[in-house]
């Protein structure tokens, strides 16, 4: 992969953001280890700096947010004869695409300048700017989504817990269920933090088992039984094969290690091998 990235002729590539700095939502660690990326110059522009109360808040009471702040602002700080990489990555804040521009492919980006409001939202001013770019991509972020008769915190897109732990609307620990990864914490860490955060949650798992009910039937096929009998359609190891084998054949002609199969109901289908999706 890297081979790869070495070898690739785009020497510029530009993230846009439709708030500010201290709306970012790198932690500390990956901004640093941004900055020190062989042969790329990390590039800030000093007029998307822009705090407002909301921002000043937001800085004063998180330690992460005043981390992340202080770095972008520290490179702000560097003169231009200090960019010496033969790539750059350009950090704008405050910008909001708007339109991709060309007509047979991609040849700019227009965004909308933007303002923040003081309560971490932003508008628009009506100022426009195009970027000569020649590839866009899309990424709007990670947004939890609910799950049946689970606890869930509609504002912050997470499943309400205490390490892991799920809890209730009163606070109170639902038995039996347990969260980890970004549904329990939001999206943000590296796979050092969701390994750690996995840890935790399965710490709790065991330590409660004492207090949980036996199974009546210890046979881990008596699960299997149980559902089916139920009518609960499986998603089992052997078909999980299935898709994983599906999904690298259709990376194979395009030299990708897989193209992955995305809408839920297809990678059922494919999985338990419900049409010919599989030849």
Do not use: C
């Amino acid at each position: 992969m890297y081979a790869g990235l070495k070898a690739s002729p785009v020497t510029d590539v530009h993230v846009f953001a439709r708030r500010g700095p201290a709306q970012a939502k790198f932690s500390p660690l990956e901004l640093r280890e941004l900055g020190h990326v062989p042969d790329v110059d990390v590039i800030v522009y000093p007029e998307d700096f822009e705090f407002d109360e909301g921002s000043m808040a937001a800085i004063n009471s998180s330690n992460q947010t005043k981390q992340v702040v202080k770095t972008l602002t520290d490179w702000t700080l560097k003169d231009p004869s200090e960019f010496t990489a033969s790539r750059r990555l350009h950090l704008h804040f405050l910008k909001a695409p708007v339109a991709v521009l060309g007509q047979e492919r991609v040849e700019g980006l227009r965004t909308e300048r933007t303002v923040l409001n003081g309560d971490g939202t932003v508008s628009g001013t009506g100022e426009f700017q195009d970027w000569p770019v020649q590839a866009v991509y899309r990424a709007v972020g990670y947004f939890g989504s609910p799950l049946p008769e689970v606890p869930f915190d509609e504002l912050k897109g997470v499943i309400p817990n205490r390490e892991g732990r799920v809890i209730d609307i009163d606070g109170e620990q639902v038995p039996g269920v347990y969260a980890t990864g970004w549904i329990k914490r939001g999206p943000v860490g590296l796979i050092g933090h969701t390994k750690s955060d996995a840890s935790e949650t399965v710490r709790h798992l065991v330590e409660d088992l004492a207090d949980s009910r036996t199974a009546t039937q210890p046979d881990p096929d008596a699960v299997v039984e149980f559902l089916t009998e139920r009518g609960v359609h499986l998603v089992q190891w052997s078909d999980w094969e299935v898709l994983d084998a599906y999904e690298r054949a259709q990376g194979e002609p395009h030299g990708r290690e897989r193209i992955k199969v995305v809408p839920r109901e297809d990678m059922i289908r494919i999985a338990r091998r419900e049409d010919d999706a599989t030849a």
